[in-house]
């Protein structure tokens, strides 16, 4: 095929030669679904109830924005604020029971080779770019957007966007209060493992970020599988 | 406080004596009530000419009250007894899908604890409201506040109409006079009731500055604005202890060029920028 040559200013996508490594399910069990999302894709699944999603960090240090759903009622969806304060911390790591808008358990953190993954920091996207490093990155893509369309593939759409979650993002809070995204404590090939509660929607965005080390300025595939644990 | 009168005292048996009743129970006050016009608020803020009021309420404890207010207002929440908790959401009243985006508030300004000089950020790179004084400069941006779950855990009840409300029970009223329900309510920040990040990332209880300290605001859109008046989730008290909540409102203008709090930093001033930029070609 003829290779087609566009003016279109595409985000960065991985640098030749960067290490990566698929792995595979944290958990072994029956897989029931297994993708890999390019980098500055959206993704989206449902995970049923007891079964468990690991996520592959495939090239190290690449976001993973996360939002969830009760699959059979939008209106309850991941809550940030519910689940730091039922764990009572501000970071999010093996055990931690990732909740609802009504408290209830939508997934649990069961298997994580990183130290900790951020859910203060939201989402980037076009807008927030702007005031984050100026109007001459208005034209990159964001995360936002990538959930926006993802959503919209589940009759949801910007009402249903909230303060989510990033697998393999490092946002410290200092003690004057000082928070940032900092460089990432994840490298290629590492994993987190999340078991649904109840029949999960996930909606992930590949963060397509080129101005923080939020994706170590290199933008990596990601690696979801689902598995039914045997 | 009951201001009831017995049973016995009531003549109701015959429409007009209803009416004759019903009108005999107006004029009276209460601690915690809405003042109308807004100028006759007996808690009007020193140095603000009641006239300008276009807000005059007390908040119950266990209380909720939202008001759409035009671009410019400037509010005030005051704490008299340091047991307030003012739980807070915003919106563009123009399209409240554009509403308070709590990560945003703490990463753009590289800070996440509220004080005078943070922006209320919304998800679209643009100013809801600036914090322009603060003299509690105890305020949590991580919890949100309490659901029925977290209050019939906590107290063993959660009902609105009961002694410990959750606050998202008030919250999705207040929300749904303005049209709006349960996916249009994000996280929500409070004010009053501080909570800090220790270093293993262990959210400790900082609780109130103590009594007499306000907040205020500037509404750099036409704002709707949510307030529930509800124990903080992580307050450590066994009882549901919660003070009234004064809040105030007087005309205003928005945050412009010229003043000092524009461009203390560059991540603020391009969010004035992208929200004058809406708001000049909206007419606003
Ligand atoms: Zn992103």
Same mark, same amino acid.
């Given at each position: 095929?003829?290779?087609?040559?566009?003016?279109?200013?595409?985000?960065?996508?991985?640098?030749?030669?960067?290490?990566?490594?698929?792995?595979?399910?944290?958990?072994?069990?029956?897989?029931?679904?297994?993708?890999?999302?390019?980098?500055?894709?959206p993704?989206?699944?449902?995970v049923?109830?007891?079964?468990v999603?690991?996520?592959?960090?495939?090239?190290?240090?690449?976001?993973?924005?996360?939002?969830?759903?009760?699959?059979?009622?939008?209106?309850?969806?991941?809550?940030?604020?519910d689940?730091?304060?039922?764990?009572?911390?501000?970071?999010?790591?093996?055990?931690?029971?990732?909740?609802?808008?009504?408290g209830?358990?939508?997934?649990?953190?069961?298997?994580?080779?990183?130290?900790?993954?951020?859910?203060?920091?939201?989402?980037?996207?076009?807008?927030?770019?702007?005031?984050?490093?100026?109007?001459?990155?208005?034209?990159?893509?964001?995360?936002?957007?990538?959930?926006?369309?993802?959503?919209?593939?589940?009759?949801?759409?910007?009402r249903?966007?909230?303060?989510?979650?990033?697998?393999?993002?490092?946002?410290?809070?200092?003690?004057?209060?000082?928070?940032?995204?900092?460089?990432?404590l994840?490298?290629?090939?590492?994993?987190?493992?999340?078991?649904?509660?109840?029949?999960?929607?996930?909606?992930?965005?590949?963060?397509?970020?080129?101005?923080?080390?939020?994706?170590d300025?290199?933008?990596?595939?990601?690696?979801?599988?689902?598995?039914?644990?045997? | 406080?009951?201001?009831?009168?017995?049973?016995?005292?009531?003549?109701?048996?015959?429409?007009?004596?209803a009416?004759?009743?019903?009108?005999?129970q107006?004029g009276?006050?209460?601690?915690?009530?809405?003042?109308?016009?807004?100028?006759?608020?007996?808690?009007?803020?020193?140095g603000?000419?009641?006239?300008?009021?276009?807000?005059?309420?007390?908040?119950?404890?266990?209380?909720y009250?939202?008001?759409?207010?035009?671009?410019?207002?400037?509010?005030?929440?005051?704490?008299?007894?340091?047991?307030?908790?003012?739980?807070?959401?915003?919106?563009?009243?123009?399209?409240?899908?554009?509403?308070?985006?709590?990560a945003?508030?703490?990463?753009?300004? *590289? +800070?996440?604890?509220? =004080? &005078?000089?943070?922006?209320?950020?919304?998800?679209?790179?643009?100013? %809801?409201?600036?914090? @322009? $004084?603060?003299?509690?400069?105890?305020?949590?941006?991580?919890?949100?506040?309490?659901?029925?779950?977290?209050?019939?855990r906590?107290?063993?009840?959660?009902?609105?109409?009961?002694?410990?409300?959750?606050?998202?029970?008030?919250?999705?009223?207040?929300?749904?006079?303005?049209?709006l329900?349960?996916?249009?309510?994000?996280?929500?920040i409070?004010?009053?009731?501080?909570?800090?990040?220790?270093?293993?990332?262990?959210?400790? *209880? +900082?609780?109130?500055? =103590? &009594?007499?300290?306000?907040v205020?605001?500037?509404?750099?859109?036409? %704002?709707?604005?949510? @307030? $529930?008046?509800?124990?903080?989730?992580?307050?450590?008290?066994?009882?549901?202890?919660?003070?009234?909540?004064?809040?105030?409102?007087?005309?205003?203008?928005?945050?412009?060029?010229?003043?000092?709090?524009?461009?203390?930093?560059?991540?603020?001033?391009?969010?004035y920028?992208?929200?004058?930029?809406?708001?000049?070609?909206?007419?606003?």
């Amino acid at each position: 095929m003829t290779m087609i040559r566009s003016t279109v200013p595409v985000g960065a996508s991985f640098a030749d030669g960067s290490e990566l490594d698929w792995a595979q399910s944290l958990v072994p069990g029956l897989v029931v679904l297994d993708a890999r999302v390019p980098p500055n894709a959206p993704w989206s699944g449902v995970v049923a109830a007891g079964q468990v999603l690991t996520i592959v960090d495939v090239g190290g240090n690449q976001s993973g924005d996360c939002l969830m759903y009760n699959a059979a009622d939008h209106d309850e969806r991941y809550s940030a604020p519910d689940t730091l304060t039922w764990e009572q911390n501000a970071y999010v790591s093996t055990g931690t029971v990732l909740r609802s808008n009504e408290g209830r358990p939508l997934m649990t953190v069961i298997g994580n080779e990183i130290d900790r993954h951020d859910t203060i920091g939201g989402a980037c996207g076009k807008e927030s770019n702007t005031l984050r490093y100026g109007h001459h990155v208005m034209y990159h893509h964001g995360c936002r957007e990538n959930f926006l369309a993802e959503a919209s593939r589940h009759g949801l759409g910007v009402r249903d966007l909230v303060s989510n979650l990033n697998w393999f993002m490092n946002v410290p809070v200092e003690a004057d209060g000082a928070l940032g995204i900092v460089d990432g404590l994840s490298a290629p090939g590492r994993r987190v493992a999340v078991r649904a509660e109840m029949d999960v929607l996930v909606l992930v965005s590949n963060c397509p970020q080129m101005n923080n080390p939020c994706n170590d300025f290199n933008p990596t595939p990601l690696r979801m599988i689902v598995v039914e644990p045997s | 406080m009951a201001l009831s009168v017995p049973r016995d005292q009531h003549t109701t048996d015959t429409v007009l004596n209803a009416r004759s009743d019903a009108r005999a129970q107006g004029g009276q006050s209460t601690e915690w009530m809405p003042h109308l016009p807004a100028s006759s608020s007996p808690f009007a803020p020193a140095g603000i000419d009641p006239a300008a009021l276009v807000w005059g309420e007390v908040v119950a404890p266990g209380g909720y009250t939202h008001k759409v207010v035009a671009r410019g207002t400037r509010i005030r929440f005051d704490d008299p007894t340091g047991n307030a908790c003012a739980t807070l959401v915003v919106y563009n009243a123009l399209e409240p899908v554009e509403r308070l985006n709590v990560a945003d508030t703490q990463k753009i300004p *590289w +800070q996440a604890y509220l =004080g &005078a000089g943070h922006p209320l950020l919304s998800g679209d790179g643009r100013v %809801l409201a600036s914090i @322009v $004084a603060d003299t509690s400069g105890r305020h949590d941006a991580f919890c949100g506040t309490s659901t029925d779950m977290w209050n019939e855990r906590k107290y063993g009840d959660s009902r609105s109409e009961g002694p410990t409300p959750s606050g998202r029970g008030l919250l999705v009223k207040a929300a749904a006079k303005h049209g709006l329900g349960r996916r249009d309510l994000p996280p929500s920040i409070s004010f009053f009731q501080g909570v800090r990040v220790e270093s293993d990332g262990k959210l400790g *209880w +900082q609780g109130s500055a =103590g &009594a007499r300290t306000y907040v205020e605001l500037v509404a750099e859109l036409p %704002l709707l604005v949510l @307030v $529930a008046n509800v124990a903080h989730p992580l307050d450590p008290r066994t009882d549901y202890v919660v003070g009234p909540l004064h809040v105030h409102a007087w005309r205003g203008r928005p945050t412009g060029p010229a003043d000092a709090r524009f461009g203390t930093a560059p991540e603020l001033e391009r969010a004035y920028l992208n929200t004058i930029d809406y708001a000049d070609a909206r007419g606003l």
